[in-house]
């Protein structure tokens, strides 16, 4: 296992780091040397110099005393980053060789944080999917149960987290992508609100719902990348100057952090006295597994015992969400997609008779099924004729959607629930069915229509088949509420160790077969 | 709503995505399933219910924000082999694709 | 059977900003291929949007002087086509609601005041350009090379209402468009480079038919003078073709210079449903009542206003006002002309700069300001036609003379060099008088009979004798003085 899995979390890791114990250089040797050996195929690129030079750079600001909050600590970023160094291809194979002449901001932040990249993360393509089967790199395994998937669109992120490949990994969640494969994997990651973090240099999907968030094995470490990625980018023009009157910059969400944690330190062995946690009871219906149920309510069952009131709340129109998104989401990516027809950059077909016959055939043989679906039902819903009925119905669902969530978190400060139905499925499962996957994200695609903070954190694991599959815990704030948020889930993981648990007994069983 | 295999193939078309004869009714029958879960929307009663195009706007009131007519860029050739380095084909610095006939 | 000619016209006019529409590269004209094109540009993987505060201010600024209403909330659209100038495949644009709504423009044609209503004036984004030289792809087709340096530039499109009637009504309309434009800063009017380019909608229905005819689209036109004769062109194939009982196809149409006819465009299949839906990358452009007054405040005074005032202030006929006040730097130089002139001199400014000086610019194809004779120069000259000193046709060679900047501009260096000194002795003048008086009796005689040409003649042959130089008044004034006497 790599040097920094030693480490409870990144704060620690950063002491050690400066106080010499450890060096960048060893951290990152020991890092991709167990990416190498890994089977999992969370990673898609990874180019040991640079890396290496990163990490020098590192050593050396830790030495002449200029290091920042991150340097040192090894990361990874979502190939949904494009990135100098790195190839960027967005798990796709229109992208296969590209290579990007700037770096996106999250990216830039974190590297100027001082945070050293071990390299590019396997994603569903596009960020189109929920178990990264749809990469055309090849599926990702859940290093709980290489049988499983990781979940998606940020497979590769979860896996890495949980395998403990990297401290800390950055993903994108435009209906689910970050949170959802945290869930699966047992680990912790959070999509701000919308406009809190640049979209700048993310491969573009959906871009009313697009927002990168990180992924680590804790809130407090969540907080560690989320605080230095987030704040106001002027290449972004959904990018926010100003959250509720607070400037968006760095330093906004750790404050918020902290005067939540000393609002709650008040309260001594009942921190979240006073906190309403509200539960729809939509969140609850017939579709969701026992086991997950089970590991939810008990998680519900801890934030009670830390002084938290549970409170009912309902949330009507949360299977509309299914709808919605799924005409916004591929109308938008239909058209963000439109620029891949092999002139400028990407993948060209080998033979064509004209430009018409060119541009499909290679926009044909770089898309994968899911993608080349999307992008018709997107192109569909946008067409003459059915633009009122689809798009602009959706948009208007999709305000009746936030307003429901406006309305509940008038009556609560939280709303918590399952984040997935089910279990991680296993690899392969499904795949002729692509509206299962549409189905199983009921819980998470509201949030991302309605522009809300949430998080996932590790609350148990199944049952029985599925003993070695993480669940986990769904925490919904308000807008820019996400200092609020993690110092609630850190509460949570004060008073529990699911998010400690690691499955490296997993790994070695896989090998052993 | 259903999509008729004529459909299916304007809709390839406009998408500029191949989608060969053979293909066509596979991607019929996938396109209608995924389209029998969107129909949903057209039930639900939205009258005096403003489209949402951002996300944010039943939050505050979100205003495009402009910068200043600035050129921020130094452009150049070699700016411009930077930027192209993943061109499929390009000549005396166009970019090249099969003879466009107006 | 007798036609109606109904035309509309959409003109593009490339806002002169520094930098583009949405991004930072510069709109400079002439740069080698693709070095003006940044990330946004050629649309590369993860590159975004940011609007120019510059092409809006352009874009108010055109919305007031045409009297249209400023849309205090407008929406960015994607418009869907695939085409390789246009990277993204989709163009960002405006389309259910446009920043400049209404308006009209008013302007001559001949002596008649014409007013054509505007529909609507919305910002979007140019397109590159696509070369089809002899270029070839790796495996030797024939190849067109794309350039992306005009992708991005500010385009204002302004569309009027189907109200022009004649191919010189809708010449007129796009000549009095592109002056106003210039005039109000927003545009260089350059036709060579791309900066206007008009588009016409033709139709043609039976006079008194209440419903439009199916209009053609013709664009490629990039002169005024190809404007009316492809306009010309189209009405004439319109109407040959229903005459033959044919029916118009909605379509767009090049026009051909060479041949001078218009032809039909290879039809793109669906390329007509655009997909139109709101830019989710740029939140709606929210314009305040504040920054609408503050770009009033901060315009020129518009051409209407000009000729109005030129009118009343200096008694310009409306023509003139006009003809003046249809290029600011004209406008400016006439004024300072008149300014340094004493009250009443107004006429003559007006006559010098729409006669001489312009004669003279257009012959050596020179602006305004680069006019070798300077607004206080020529000023000084008629200043010296009013005191007598020379006559107009004396101070017309002396004109030529400071043209080619003889004399350093110093106009009574320039009389003396000419020896054309009017002669204002009214003593010498007399003497010539009397000595054309004594050689003519004849003509004498027969003014006294009544024949006022006889007068004229005497005249023509005192200034003659004087070899042009004697004051025209002063010879008139003696020569009847001695004559009545």
Known sequence: MPLHTEFEDIASLRAALAARKISARELAESALAAVHASELNAFLHVDPALTLAEADRADQSLRDGSAGPLTGIPIAHKDAFVTRGW????????????????????????AQVGAVSLGKLNCDEFAMGSGNENSAFGAVRNPWDLRAVPGGSSGGSAAAVAAGLAMATTGTDTGGSVRQPAALCGVSGIKPTYGTVSRFGIIAFGSSLDQAGPLARSSRDLLELLDPMSGFDERDATSLDACDGAPNA????????????AAYDQYGSLPLKGIRIGVPDEFFGPGIAEDVAQAVEAALAVYESLGAERVRVSLPHTELAIPAYYVIAPAEASTNLSRYDGVRYGHR?????????????????????????????????LSHGY??????????????????????????????????????????????????????????????????????????????????????????GRYFDEGRLLATADRFQSATDWHRRTPASAETQGKSQ | MSLTEQ?????????????????????????????????????????????????????????????????????????????????????EGLFLVPKVVE | ?????????????????????????????????????????????????VLNRGAVERAIRFGLAVGATIAPRSIFARKNYFYPDLPKNYQISQFEIPVVQGGSLTFFLGEEERTVALTRAHLEEDAGKSLHDEYFLPDGAPASGIDLNRTGTPLLEIVTEPDMRSAAEAVAYARKLHSLVMWLGICDGNMQEGSFRVDANVSVRPKGQAEYGTRAEVKNVNSFRF????????????????????????????????????????????????????????????????????????????????????????????YDAAQLSGDRAVSAYFE??????????????????????????????????????????????????????????????????????????????????????QINDSGAIGAMVDEVLAANPTVVEEYRAGKQKAFNSLVGQIMKAARGKANPTQVNDLLRERLDS
């Open chain 1, 250 to 261: 760095s330093g906004r969400i750790r404050a918020d952090f902290d005067r939540a944690q």
């Open chain 1, 387 to 476: 633009y009122d009925a689809y798009y602009l119905q959706a948009q208007r669902v999709r305000r009746l959607i936030a307003d429901d969530f406006r309305q509940a978190l008038s009556q609560c400060d939280f709303i918590m629930g399952p984040v997935t139905p089910t279990v991680a499925k296993d690899i392969g499962e499904h795949r002729d069915d692509p509206k299962a996957d549409w189905l199983a994200d009921v819980f998470t695609l509201g949030v991302s229509l309605a522009g809300l903070p949430a998080m996932s954190i590790p609350c148990g694991f199944g049952q029985g088949a599925n003993a070695s599959r993480p669940v986990g815990l769904h925490i919904i």
């Open chain 3, 1 to 49: 059977m007798s036609w109606e000619i109904v035309i509309g016209l959409e003109t593009h006019v490339q806002l002169s900003t520094e930098s583009k529409i949405f991004s930072g590269s510069s709109t400079r004209f002439g740069a080698a291929p693709n070095t003006q094109a940044n990330v946004v540009d050629m649309a590369l993987p993860g590159s975004l949007p």
């Open chain 2, 7 to 91: 459909d299916v193939a304007r809709i390839a078309r406009l998408a500029r995505i191949d989608l060969p004869a053979d293909r066509r009714a596979g991607a019929q029958a996938e396109l209608n399933d995924l389209l029998h879960l969107i129909e949903r929307l057209q039930a639900v009663d939205t009258a005096g219910v403003e489209p949402m195009a951002h996300p944010l706007s039943a939050h505050q009131e979100v205003a495009l924000r402009l910068r200043e007519d600035a050129v921020t860029e130094t452009g150049g050739i070699e700016r411009r082999d930077a930027l192209t380095t993943n061109a499929p084909a390009m000549a």
């Open chain 3, 227 to 318: 404007l009316e004769r492809a306009i010309q062109y189209e009405v004439r194939r319109q109407i040959e073709l229903i005459e033959d009982g044919g029916t118009v196809v909605q379509e767009t149409r090049l026009y051909d210079a060479d041949r001078d006819e218009t032809r039909s465009m290879r039809s793109k299949e669906d390329a007509h449903d655009y997909r139109y839906f709101p830019d989710p990358d740029l939140p709606p452009l929210v314009i305040s009542q504040a920054w609408i007054d503050e770009v009033r405040a901060g315009m020129p005074e518009l051409p209407e206003a000009q000729r109005a005032r030129f009118e009343s202030q200096y008694g310009l006929t409306a």
């Open chain 1, 349 to 381: 077909t080998a033979q064509y008779k004209d430009l018409a016959e060119m541009t499909a055939k290679s926009r044909a043989e770089g898309f994968g099924a899911e993608v080349q679906r999307r992008i018709l039902i997107g192109t569909y819903v």
């Open chain 3, 336 to 421: 300072q002309v008149a300014a340094a002139l004493p009250e009443g001199q107004a006429k003559p400014a007006a006559n010098w700069v729409m006669g001489e000086v312009s004669a003279a610019l257009n012959r050596d194809e020179l602006s305004i300001a680069q006019a070798p004779v300077s607004a206080a120069v020529l000023a000084r000259l008629i200043a010296r036609i009013a005191d007598g000193t020379i006559s107009t046709k004396m101070a017309r060679e002396v004109f030529g003379s400071l043209w080619l900047r003889e004399h350093g501009g110093n106009v009574d260096a320039a009389i003396a060099a000419k020896g054309c000194g």
């Open chain 1, 87 to 110: 190839r960027s291809t967005a798990g796709s194979r229109m992208l296969a060789d590209y290579t990007s002449p700037f770096d996106a901001t999250v990216v830039e932040r974190l």
